[in-house]
């Protein structure tokens, strides 16, 4: 088998496609708008890649990545407003595993790892990690964007991205703050009304009568 046949056989792990996305977004220049979409884009299908594949393995991990998918919901229907956003299919990798074979973290060499956190060393922590440090790329990279955006839409397509890395954040720490809220509140559902308009009254209660 030659060397081309070998790397086209090879199916990356979720733990080495969160690594090459967290380079792409830190390589990607806020200032090219076009770029910074398609790169969080990209992030946002990988997160939703490596929790799927974390949803097979425990029970545990299975919920956080039920939460979080009301996010990609969102993150499907926000960001595809943007008109610098090329258009793209959704992200779909065919992952091997959760981490390479033969990967023994350490804390030395683990680049996921936070001091202020009880290291993880399983290969679903590994993951559930690196997913945390994908959103954190996605925070830092959005907001930048925004910024440079010089068409409106694109800028809000970006502030949506950001908010939306955020709730992702919370998913996987299990934050009940954000996966309480379903699709219909990450998009915004539509029958809320405009700025300005005045709320609907609700029905008085009657007075009983006086004998």
Not at 124 to 149: H, S
Not at 190 to 203: E, L, S, Y
Request: hydrophobic letters at 35%.
């Amino acid at each position: 088998m030659t060397e081309t046949e070998a790397g086209a056989r090879h199916k990356p792990s979720a733990l080495e496609l969160i690594a090459e996305c967290v380079g792409r977004l830190r390589m990607t220049d806020p200032t090219d708008t076009r770029a910074s979409l398609l790169a969080a884009w990209h992030g946002f299908g990988i997160a939703e890649a490596a929790g799927r594949m974390l949803r097979g393995d425990n029970d545990g991990d299975a919920v956080l990545a039920g939460n979080a998918t009301p996010v990609f919901e969102a993150v499907a229907v926000l960001m595809r407003r943007a008109p610098s956003m090329p258009y793209t299919d959704f992200v779909v990798e065919n992952v091997s595993g959760l981490v390479p074979e033969g990967y023994r973290p350490t804390d030395d060499s683990d680049q996921f790892d936070d001091p202020n956190v009880v290291a993880d060393l399983s290969a679903a922590g590994q993951v559930r990690r690196g997913i945390l440090a994908l959103a954190l790329e996605l925070n830092t990279l959005l907001p930048e964007a925004a910024e440079n955006a010089e068409a409106p839409d694109d800028r809000i397509a970006c502030e949506h991205g950001t908010r939306l890395a955020y709730e992702l954040s919370n998913c996987w720490e299990g934050k009940l703050s954000s996966y309480l809220n379903g699709g219909r509140d990450l998009i915004g559902d539509r029958r809320t009304p405009p700025a300005g308009a005045k709320p609907k009254q609700g029905k008085k209660k009657r007075k009983p009568k006086r004998k």
